[in-house]
């Protein structure tokens, strides 16, 4: 079975372009998460998924960032009026069960470079 | 919200030596700590995790043990191999919220075993 995929890998922006960024989870995966990781950081929480339900988005930086996974299988992050402080590895995991403590499976990312 | 600190952020180590990371966090009702390896432009793997109701837990030539009254954990690598070479990030999580186990990362340890 295929693990987490993203799409794009690379992705370079101008300042004020809107992106896209897609997350394929694992097959029958419940649970849906993103995050952000700057350059020689750790991952940072951004939102969280249940299925279709987006249970927790704290870490959404602004107004901005807006996710969706309306048929909860796939998932888009979008970034509006991309900032250069937005540049970073963006990465999506998934996991079996919410709550049990099961392994979060990331994908490999996709770096967002915004010029 | 949770904050985990990890220290150190390098660490050389000559082939067959041990390595060990620490890291504590600030919120008691966190009760999983997974351990992550990155290597260069790759995905974070899950390596080892362990939970708040076991003070150690082993695989072969990896353990972890939690001091949950200290509130830290740490990563211990044995006999380290050259393949070991990768920035490990620590992380906290309170699987019983009800809106997921978002893991709260620390900011890595480049871990560089040299022959």
């Known amino acids: 079975g295929a693990g987490v995929s993203q799409s794009p890998r690379y992705k370079v922006a101008k300042r004020g372009q809107d992106v896209a960024l897609r997350c394929d989870p694992i097959?029958?995966?419940?649970?849906l998460f993103w995050y952000q990781q700057a350059l020689g950081q750790g991952p940072e929480f951004l939102t969280y998924?249940?299925?279709?339900?987006?249970?927790?988005k704290s870490g959404l930086p602004s107004d901005r960032f807006f996710a969706e996974r309306p048929e909860g299988s796939v998932s888009t992050l979008k970034i509006q009026r991309t900032q250069q402080e937005d540049s970073a590895v963006y990465l999506c995991a998934s996991s079996l069960l919410p709550g049990t403590g099961n392994e979060q499976f990331f994908g490999p990312g996709t770096r967002l470079t915004v010029l | 919200g949770e904050n985990v600190e990890q220290h150190p952020s390098t660490l050389s180590v000559q082939e067959g030596d041990s390595a060990v990371i620490k890291c504590t966090y600030s919120d008691s009702a966190s009760n999983y700590f997974p351990w992550y390896k990155q290597e260069l432009g790759k995905r974070p793997q899950l390596i080892i995790d362990i939970r708040s109701n076991v003070g150690e837990k082993k695989d072969q030539r990896i353990a972890v043990t939690l001091n949950k009254t200290a509130k830290h954990f740490s990563l211990h690598i044995t006999e380290t191999q050259p393949e070991d070479s990768a920035v490990y990030f620590c992380?906290?999580?309170?699987?019983?919220?009800?809106?997921?186990?978002?893991?709260?990362f620390g900011t890595g340890t480049q871990l560089k075993v040299e022959l």
């Open positions: 097959s029958g995966h419940v649970s």
């Open positions: 998924f249940q299925n279709e339900a987006q249970l927790d």
């Open positions: 992380a906290a999580s309170n699987l019983l919220t009800g809106g997921g186990n978002k893991l709260t």
